[in-house]
């Protein structure tokens, strides 16, 4: 009797595993891509992970609208790592081993680096979204990078400092803890003293750190009347608490100034402060692509050069699976990606597995609105 159940219990199995072939042996495809993402998507800096992740998602709903990727269609997984390297670890493992991803979308800039070399040997593709830079350009021949060129941030500041405001010395606040805002900082640094400018300050600050009194005192008892602040949402206490000691401090900090809650606690003080921020190429494309976000989530970008250089990512990563949809295919597919049309610009990719064509340039904050300088 038992002999009789486990030979028919045999038999299923293997008519269910015939299921899986059509008649001639050949195995159906797959009728799913997913692709996973990495990002804060709770935290201090949520803010990037959700600007980020609402980029993608309607890059996917587009792209699944359309017919898909060879007619499949894509879903995302979304791991939150609280831009925490370890918890990145964590995420890829789970979304390598147990979602077998085809790709990772991310936009914790340092957990890249931890999760990098595995990436590699598991033939899996990861793409920042968000930014770009020459440490990216050297962590792996499956690093890609579709953001902003994160050196040149740094460079646009120091030039509009130097050469434009005619500031000799400064101060620069900066948020240690995470590796891109160091490295806007460093690059910042080195283009300022080459142009003869001199950092008085140098002061790193950790995550929950919100009073900023005692660098500005600092600063103002120097001599010192600019200050770069390099951060992200918290930044705005910086500008508010000037104010509120009646420092006439010249602030000059990057695109997160642009940060809904970031105007929003700075309120007036934010007034004439200086940053760094992305101007779409394509209005009329922008624009359209803003009714479409505003559909879907009932509100505008609450940062929208992140959530569209994600968009943009999302993209190009669904046009090159039309070439390979995993592994070695798609890397090289990735690699040779060359003018596509994104909402951030023309992007292609260089043999380092950058894109270096997106540029930001000064903006000052008056009243409601940013003016290009």
């Known amino acids: 009797m038992k002999k009789t159940i486990l030979a028919t219990i ?3 199995i293997l ?20 692709i996973g993402f990495i990002g804060p998507l709770t935290g201090d800096v949520a803010f990037l992970g959700d600007a980020a992740k609402k ?17 499949k269609k894509v879903k995302i997984i979304y791991e939150d790592d609280q831009l925490n390297d370890q918890l990145t670890h964590t995420a890829y493992q789970k979304l ?6 085809n790709a990772i979308l991310t936009v914790s800039y340092g957990g890249i680096f931890t999760i990098s ?23 792996g021949d499956y690093v890609f990078a579709v953001g902003i060129y994160d050196e040149g941030i740094g460079y646009t500041i120091a030039d509009f400092t130097k050469q434009e405001l005619k500031e000799e010395k400064v101060a620069v606040l900066y948020y240690q803890s995470e590796p891109f805002v160091v490295l806007v900082k460093d690059s910042f640094k080195e283009k300022y003293e080459t142009l003869g400018g001199e950092v008085i300050i140098e002061e790193g600050y950790v995550a929950g750190h919100k009073d900023f009194r005692t660098s500005i ?40 100034f642009s940060s809904e ?81 994104g909402l ?11 894109v270096r064509s997106i540029q930001e340039i000064i903006f000052q904050i008056k009243g409601d609105s940013f003016v290009k300088i």
């Open 117 to 139: 070399e595995q990436a590699e040997q598991d033939k899996i593709p990861i793409i920042d979204t968000i930014d770009t830079s020459e440490e990216l350009a050297n962590a």
């Open 217 to 256: 005192l600092k600063a103002k008892q120097a001599n010192v009347d600019t200050i770069i602040i390099l951060g992200y949402d918290e930044t705005a206490n910086a500008l508010r608490q000037a104010k509120e000691i009646d420092s006439e401090m010249t602030f000059i900090g990057m695109d997160t």
């Open 96 to 101: 390598a081993n147990i979602d077998n991803v």
């Open 55 to 71: 980029g993608i998602q309607l890059a996917a709903d587009e792209i699944n609208l359309e017919g898909g990727i060879n007619g």
């Open 10 to 12: 045999t038999i299923i």
């Open 15 to 34: 008519l269910l595993a015939g299921c899986t072939q059509m008649p001639q042996g050949k195995v159906i495809q797959e009728k799913e891509i997913t």
């Open 344 to 354: 951030s610009g023309s992007l292609t990719m260089s043999s380092d597995g950058i």
């Open 261 to 341: 809650v970031f105007l929003e606690v700075a309120g007036d003080a934010a007034e004439d402060a200086y940053f760094t921020f992305w101007e779409a190429p394509d209005e009329q494309e922008y624009s359209d692509f803003i009714v479409r976000f505003k559909n879907k989530y009932g509100e505008k970008p609450s940062q929208p050069l992140f959530t569209s250089t994600s968009y943009d990512s999302m993209k190009l990563l669904a046009k090159a699976m039309e070439q390979g949809e995993k592994g070695e295919a798609l890397q090289q597919a990735l690699y040779n990606t060359k003018n596509f049309d």
